[in-house]
């Protein structure tokens, strides 16, 4: 009979938000994937259109749409300078893609990949502690404007 293997997080992992705007950063090339629903509150926010957020700040990719990224940098288009420190101009309501960050799948494929995440990323490794109930419950967040933690 064979056991569930256990996550190499079970025991939780530490992080905190430094609000650097690396995660969001260049140089190299990235997707923010976004949905019609997010399309329609990010237009809200801006208070413009769906078609003036898809025109001005989005583009396909297959059958997928993403978010621009500045043509020198790669910096997603919504992250600026604000006193000399970055910051979203859509953070209240950005994509899920961005609200489940450090917690995707790809830096939660083991430790090595967790820590080389912690290289681009100084939240990782430092502060709040999740749980393994919690990661996992961020991990499967889709729909965050149907759930009142967001």
Known sequence: MF???KAW????????????GRCC????????????EEIDIIADFLDITAGQVRQNYLHRVG?????????????CVFLEDVGGAKSCRIYPVRPNQCRTWPFW????????????AAQRCGGINRGKE???DEIEK??????????KEG
């Open 3 to 5: 056991e569930n293997k």
């Open 9 to 20: 997080y079970a025991d939780g992992l530490h992080f905190e938000c430094q609000k650097c």
């Open 25 to 36: 950063s260049g140089p190299v090339e990235g997707y923010i994937w976004v949905c019609k």
């Open 63 to 75: 059958l997928r749409t993403t978010i621009v990224e500045q043509r020198c940098t790669r910096d």
């Open 105 to 116: 799948s790809s830096n939660l494929a083991g430790p090595d990949a967790w820590n080389k």
């Open 130 to 132: 999740y749980t393994f």
């Open 138 to 147: 961020i991990k499967k967040r889709k729909q965050w404007w149907l759930d």
